[in-house]
């Protein structure tokens, strides 16, 4: 293995090779690979992996249904939970829980959802791959003031202002609503799996550690006709790391507890990590399955965690992630992986079949790009049986038409850039109100994004097609729809879109949300 070693935004020189005791690599992959982040080690014990049985989120049911809409409502209230047994965690949360309730919907029904804020700060919702109106799609200036009437708008300005990771608002004029505001999703797309969190300016790391996150899920008919597995074998899993004080609250490396100010202290700039892997809010939990085939629908909801999943014992033969969807819905065919790689806010639709596994098997998801606790994810506890299986996964899912690049209109640049004094789009720090693009609709168009270092990019609005990385052909799971795309160190991916049907401001930024809140997003204004 040629050795290699090179310097981390911390400073640090790397080497590799060496194992622990327990086979571990000593420096994983993470750290050989430049991956972002610093471990926030917990100071409450942790529990012993594989004894909390999965949770799976509630899905909630409609305040109201009309011919076209469904309305939900949601409450974002604190709340106190067991994630670690014996101990409470306060949580920020929508609806009491974490993760928040799934939002099921149907693609071309109108979804309505009005959130009511009393927490005791500003939040802002986003429903990250959605298609939605730029007037609910979460901009990180629309804020739902608390109810409980501690924010007005000059409160609003000084917090986002100060501090070292402060914006400048000077001329930005603000869209704050009083208590409750309402989003309105057309769902004009296909299926897929979406997810909903906060998105407030400067903030948005603490409020998704803190709790404020869930799955919105789309189906339609062309999915439903197919023979996959539905119903209770049909899961969302969201994987995020937290780490935990000694009382059993979320640690997190705010400047200011009180979180008047954004950002984290410095060590921590490039990205929080945890020491616990909750997947649906439970950490390291176990699933009983049968020998059958299981949907998971997997979620990297961490703030800047990457993971290399892969299942330990792989059954005989291998390949069993058989992907069958990306961020924007089903792929045009299946493909199967022994691994797979997910950065922050990518998803993954996978099927596997535990029927090539023995009765009794224990399988664990792995992260091989973990160290120690978080070198694991999760269990399956295979039962004893032979249930007979009438789903399956046929050859062809969808079609996926391929965004021709020779008809591209324009091709723009976005260069993404760490330096000690934050992180940057182009060479400019965030500032709401300066779009650094302004594309027509309804045209075809090649964001090329280069980089210094690791950098989950997203796009709001539309889905896109990844065409090449460092200008050769793309990677293994860079198929179909995406909406995120896991940047490495000096790459360059190109990828194509087309922005439709709504004009107005949206966003593009990077999802290490540590990352994100130092400033690095930009606005692009369709027209
Ligand atoms: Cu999931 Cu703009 O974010
Ligand atoms: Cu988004
Ligand atoms: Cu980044």
Same mark, same amino acid.
């Given at each position: 293995?040629?050795?290699?070693?090179?310097?981390?935004?911390?400073?640090? $020189?790397?080497?590799?090779?060496?194992?622990?005791?327990?086979?571990?690599?000593?420096?994983?992959?993470?750290?050989?690979?430049?991956?972002?982040?610093?471990? $926030?080690?917990?100071?409450?014990?942790?529990?012993?992996?594989?004894?909390?049985?999965?949770?799976?989120?509630?899905? $909630?049911?409609?305040?109201?249904?009309?011919?076209?809409?469904?309305?939900?409502?949601?409450?974002?209230?604190?709340?106190?939970?067991?994630?670690?047994?014996?101990?409470?965690?306060?949580?920020?949360?929508?609806?009491?829980?974490?993760?928040?309730?799934?939002?099921?919907?149907?693609?071309?029904?109108?979804?309505?959802?009005?959130?009511?804020?009393? $927490?005791?700060?500003?939040?802002?919702?986003?429903?990250?791959?959605?298609?939605?109106?730029?007037?609910?799609?979460?901009? &990180?200036?629309?804020?739902?003031?608390?109810?409980?009437?501690?924010?007005?708008?000059?409160?609003?300005?000084?917090?986002?202002?100060?501090?070292?990771?402060?914006?400048?608002?000077?001329?930005?004029?603000?869209?704050?609503?009083?208590?409750?505001?309402?989003?309105?999703? &057309?769902?004009?797309?296909?299926?897929?799996?979406?997810?909903?969190?906060?998105?407030?300016?400067?903030?948005?790391?603490?409020?998704?550690?803190?709790?404020?996150?869930?799955?919105?899920?789309?189906?339609?008919?062309?999915?439903?006709?197919?023979?996959?597995?539905?119903?209770?074998?049909?899961?969302?899993?969201?994987?995020?790391?937290?780490?935990?004080?000694?009382?059993?609250?979320?640690?997190?490396?705010?400047?200011?507890?009180?979180?008047?100010?954004?950002?984290?202290?410095?060590?921590?700039?490039?990205?929080?990590?945890?020491?616990?892997?909750?997947?649906?809010?439970? &950490?390291?939990?176990?699933?009983?399955?049968?020998?059958?085939?299981?949907?998971?629908?997997?979620?990297?909801?961490?703030?800047?965690?990457?993971?290399?999943?892969?299942?330990?014992?792989? &059954?005989?033969?291998?390949?069993?992630?058989?992907?069958?969807?990306?961020?924007?819905?089903?792929?045009?065919?299946?493909?199967?992986?022994?691994?797979?790689?997910?950065?922050?806010?990518?998803?993954?639709?996978?099927?596997?079949?535990?029927?090539?596994?023995?009765?009794?098997?224990?399988?664990?998801?792995?992260?091989?790009?973990?160290?120690?606790?978080?070198?694991?994810?999760?269990?399956?506890?295979?039962?004893?049986?032979?249930?007979?299986?009438?789903?399956?996964?046929?050859?062809?899912?969808?079609?996926?038409?391929?965004?021709?690049?020779?008809?591209?209109?324009?091709?723009?640049?976005?260069?993404?850039?760490?330096?000690?004094?934050?992180?940057?789009?182009?060479?400019?720090?965030?500032?709401?109100?300066?779009?650094?693009?302004?594309?027509?609709?309804?045209?075809?168009?090649?964001?090329?994004?280069?980089?210094?270092?690791?950098?989950?990019?997203?796009?709001?609005?539309?889905?896109?097609?990844?065409?090449?990385?460092?200008?050769?052909?793309?990677?293994?799971?860079?198929?179909?729809?995406?909406?995120?795309?896991?940047?490495?160190?000096?790459?360059?991916?190109?990828?194509?879109?087309?922005?439709?049907?709504?004009?107005?401001?949206?966003?593009?930024?990077?999802?290490?949300?540590?990352?994100?809140?130092?400033?690095?997003?930009?606005?692009?204004?369709?027209?």
């Amino acid at each position: 293995m040629r050795r290699r070693t090179l310097l981390t935004a911390g400073g640090a $020189l790397l080497g590799t090779g060496a194992l622990t005791a327990a086979g571990w690599p000593l420096l994983s992959d993470y750290a050989r690979e430049g991956r972002p982040g610093k471990v $926030l080690t917990s100071k409450a014990p942790l529990p012993a992996p594989f004894r909390t049985p999965l949770p799976v989120p509630r899905v $909630l049911r409609p305040t109201s249904t009309s011919a076209t809409t469904d309305t939900y409502d949601i409450t974002q209230q604190h709340a106190e939970l067991e994630i670690l047994p014996g101990l409470r965690t306060k949580a920020w949360t929508y609806g009491g829980t974490f993760p928040g309730p799934t939002i099921v919907s149907r693609s071309g029904r109108r979804t309505v959802v009005r959130h009511r804020n009393e $927490l005791d700060h500003p939040s802002v919702v986003h429903l990250h791959g959605g298609h939605t109106p730029a007037a609910s799609d979460g901009y &990180p200036t629309s804020l739902i003031l608390p109810a409980n009437g501690t924010y007005d708008a000059q409160r609003v300005h000084q917090d986002m202002n100060s501090g070292p990771h402060g914006a400048s608002m000077a001329h930005h004029a603000m869209d704050l609503a009083e208590a409750t505001r309402t989003y309105t999703y &057309p769902f004009d797309q296909r299926a897929a799996t979406l997810w909903y969190h906060d998105h407030r300016m400067g903030y948005t790391g603490a409020a998704v550690w803190m709790g404020l996150a869930g799955f919105h899920l789309v189906h339609d008919d062309e999915e439903q006709r197919l023979p996959l597995p539905q119903g209770d074998r049909d899961i969302p899993l969201m994987i995020a790391d937290r780490s935990f004080a000694a009382d059993g609250s979320f640690q997190y490396p705010w400047l200011d507890p009180q979180l008047h100010t954004p950002g984290v202290t410095d060590p921590y700039m490039n990205g929080v990590l945890g020491d616990v892997i909750l997947v649906n809010g439970a &950490p390291w939990p176990v699933h009983q399955t049968q020998r059958l085939r299981y949907r998971l629908r997997l979620l990297n909801a961490s703030n800047a965690r990457t993971y290399r999943l892969q299942l330990d014992p792989q &059954p005989p033969g291998g390949n069993a992630l058989v992907q069958i969807g990306s961020d924007g819905g089903l792929l045009d065919s299946p493909r199967a992986h022994d691994t797979l790689d997910i950065a922050p806010a990518e998803r993954y639709d996978v099927v596997i079949d535990f029927s090539r596994y023995r009765p009794g098997t224990r399988v664990r998801l792995l992260n091989l790009h973990g160290d120690g606790s978080t070198a694991q994810v999760m269990r399956f506890d295979i039962a004893s049986g032979s249930p007979r299986d009438d789903t399956t996964v046929p050859d062809r899912l969808s079609t996926v038409p391929p965004l021709d690049p020779t008809r591209a209109a324009v091709t723009r640049d976005f260069h993404f850039t760490g330096s000690d004094a934050g992180w940057t789009i182009n060479g400019t720090a965030y500032q709401p109100g300066r779009a650094l693009a302004r594309p027509t609709l309804g045209q075809t168009e090649i964001w090329r994004f280069t980089t210094n270092f690791h950098h989950p990019v997203h796009l709001h609005l539309n889905h896109f097609q990844v065409l090449s990385r460092n200008n050769r052909e793309i990677g293994p799971q860079d198929h179909g729809w995406k909406d995120t795309v896991d940047l490495r160190p000096a790459e360059a991916v190109e990828v194509v879109t087309r922005f439709t049907d709504y004009a107005g401001t949206y966003m593009l930024h990077c999802h290490n949300l540590e990352h994100e809140d130092m400033a690095m997003m930009a606005d692009y204004t369709t027209q």
